[in-house]
Nanobody, 122 residues
Framework: QVQLVESGGGLVQPGGSLTLSCAAS????????MGWYRQAPGKPREWVAS????????DYSTSVKGRFTISRDSSKNTMYLQMTNLKPEDTAVYYC???????????????WGPGTQVTVSS
């Protein structure tokens, strides 16, 4: 099993920045890729970004490309999401998870963190 815990959420003004962290523990050596998802009130959970474990290849949704940066530190078993130029529509609970790539598409595995709230408001 893999345990994931997100941190770094909070309240930020539009145009501001925030960095989320996701600490992984357990069978981290078995991971293929990791990703960030978010869920706004009344909306389905949506994929935001993902990164491969082997060579840190990254992928982004069109709504965050150019504003968010996903990265990982293998020595700390931690993944990050740097968010800049935040907009009110970025308000959501952000979740990290494990997954794998198949045919260039990221697919989630069963392991998810509990989530961290990001609120973008003036």
């Amino acid at each position: 099993q893999v345990q994931l815990v997100e941190s770094g959420g909070g309240l930020v003004q539009p145009g501001g920045s925030l960095t989320l962290s996701c600490a992984a523990s357990g069978r981290v050596f078995a991971m293929n890729a990791m990703g960030w998802y978010r869920q706004a009130p009344g909306k389905p959970r949506e994929w935001v970004a993902s990164i491969t474990i082997t060579d840190s290849t990254t992928d982004y949704s069109t709504s965050v490309k150019g504003r968010f940066t996903i990265s990982r530190d293998s020595s700390k078993n931690t993944m990050y999401l740097q968010m800049t130029n935040l907009k009110p529509e970025d308000t959501a609970v952000y979740y990290c998870n494990t997954g794998k790539y198949n045919g260039g598409t990221y697919y989630s595995d069963a392991y998810w963190g509990p989530g961290t709230q990001v609120t973008v408001s003036s």
